[in-house]
Structures are given as structure tokens and as C-alpha cells.
């Protein structure tokens, strides 16, 4: 029977620090085919990786990211907000996971969170980092932002892109085919199993998010989607591991 993959969801939220090094670790550590992060730009242009615009809520920083340089982001807590067992995990760069990353089998889910703020140039400096460590081949970007997506088809054909929606997306696969994705993310809630099937029959990888209680991971599992987005992987592994008894 065919499974689907398990992606961690900034790391292993449900019991790290998101959008950290832990929580990456932990991933693979599990077992998660593949790990999903958010990126935003610091003020002197380096890729960052975190959830919010802004520092309050998983750091001891205040106010915009974007109005810091990578060096004083690195200065801040983002573990200690989870646990103060995780006191002193940072905001890490993207080219930081990246270079950990190019030594594991993971894939990556790169979420561009430029929706909101309109980081000058996140396309193309991503699409640079991602090649300089060869990960084309293991690397989806994904957003909300659907005219960045079809910005990432012109510059980097060869990497795997998905539109991201939480709202039904009306003509999802016509909108995917105008903005070049191969994929699509859609908040789980919005699924049905005549659009799975008319989706992957059209030739599209489903991704949904963020599927985290039991019997939602066992519907998912049952509708046969490409991969879960999950802020417990364990959870999923179990499951499929019952499936399979
Ligand atoms: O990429 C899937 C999911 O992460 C999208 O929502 O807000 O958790 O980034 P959010
Ligand atoms: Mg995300």
C-alpha cells in the first residue's frame, strides 16, 4: 500500500522550539522524509529562518525581523519561549540548514514568507543558496505569495514549486498551471477526495498542512495524499506503522 511522505513542520513543532536547529535534528532523527521551514530576509540581505515578521513571539527580541542584521538576530533566544531546555537555540540562517541539510537524505520545504513583506530579491538569493549546495533536486519551494511562485519558475525551472492556500482556492489546478507549480499545499481542511484524485490525475504532488490530531492524520492517510505536513511525525509513523500490521 502506498504511504504518504511525512514532513516535519518547522522541524518537529509539537515538541521543539519551532524553525530551529533542534527541531531539525530532531526531524531526521525520527525518521521524517523531509522538513518544512520559513524564510524571511534580515536587514543586511542574509536569509533567515523563522515563522512570524516579527521576533516576539518565539524570541526574546522585539519588532520586525527585517530591522536586524543576521548578526543580532543571532544574538537572540529562540529556544527558551518552548522550554528552557532549548535556552540558547538560535534563529538560524537558511544557508546554515542548508549546509547541515546537504549531508542528510531530507527534503526541504522551503516557505518563502514574502506575502506580507515583499523582501527585496528573496527569490533569487534562495534559488543562489540552493544551488551552491547542489539541493535542487530535494528542495520545494512553496508560498502564499502565488506571483513569487511563478517568479521561482522563470528563475529556477528546475526546482520543484507549490502554491500554498488556507481559503478554497476556486480553479486550484488552472491556477497552479498559470503559476508553473507542480504543487499544491492547501490547508488540509479544504480537501475532498474528488480533488485528490483530480489533482493527482492531472499530474499534481499534494501537500496538504497541518495535520496534527489522529483522526485527521488518519483521514489524510486514507485520502492518499502525496505527503503530510505535520507538527508530529511521530504520530503519522505510527499510524501508517498500525496500517500496516
Ligand atoms: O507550509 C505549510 C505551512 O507551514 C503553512 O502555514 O503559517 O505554518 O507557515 P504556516
Ligand atoms: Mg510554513
Redesign the pocket.
Known amino acids: 500500500m502506498k504511504h504518504p511522505l511525512i514532513f516535519a ?2 522541524g518537529v513543532k509539537g515538541t521543539h522550539p519551532e524553525n530551529t536547529m533542534a527541531a531539525f535534528l530532531e526531524a531526521e532523527h525520527i525518521g521524517a522524509h523531509g522538513i ?1 521551514l ?1 524564510i524571511h530576509l534580515s536587514n543586511d540581505g542574509e536569509i533567515i529562518v523563522i ?1 512570524d515578521e516579527t521576533l516576539d513571539r518565539t524570541t526574546n527580541g522585539t519588532g520586525l525581523a527585517f530591522n536586524y542584521t543576521l548578526q543580532q538576530l543571532k544574538a537572540l533566544d529562540a529556544g527558551s519561549f518552548f522550554d528552557h531546555r532549548f535556552a540558547g537555540e538560535q534563529i538560524p540562517s537558511l544557508r546554515e540548514v542548508l549546509a547541515w541539510a546537504a549531508g542528510t537524505a531530507l527534503l526541504l ?1 522551503i ?1 518563502l ?1 514574502n506575502d506580507i513583506i515583499r523582501y527585496p530579491e528573496l527569490e533569487q538569493k534562495t534559488v543562489q543558496l540552493v544551488r551552491e549546495y547542489g539541493l535542487e533536486d530535494r528542495v520545494i519551494f ?1 508560498s ?1 505569495n502565488h506571483e513569487s511562485i511563478e517568479l521561482l519558475a522563470s528563475l529556477a525551472p528546475e526546482i520543484h514549486r507549490a502554491l ?1 492556500y ?1 481559503e478554497p482556492l476556486p480553479d486550484a489546478l488552472i491556477e497552479a498551471r498559470k503559476r508553473q507549480a507542480s504543487g499544491l ?1 492547501p490547508n488540509f481542511m479544504l480537501l475532498t477526495k474528488e480533488f485528490v484524485q483530480c489533482a493527482q490525475q492531472a499530474g499534481f504532488t499534494l ?1 496538504p ?2 495535520i496534527n490530531e489522529y483522526k485527521d492524520l488518519e483521514n489524510m492517510i486514507a485520502l492518499g495524499v502525496d505527503v503530510i ?1 505535520t507538527d508530529w511525525p511521530a504520530r503519522a509513523f505510527e499510524l501508517i506503522k498500525e496500517r500496516e500490521l
Do not use: A
Request: glycine share 0%; no cysteine; hydrophobic share 20%.
Open positions: 513542520h518547522r518544512e520559513d515563522h520545504n516557505e514568507k512553496s502564499f500554498l488556507h499545499h501537500r498542512y497541518t505536513i
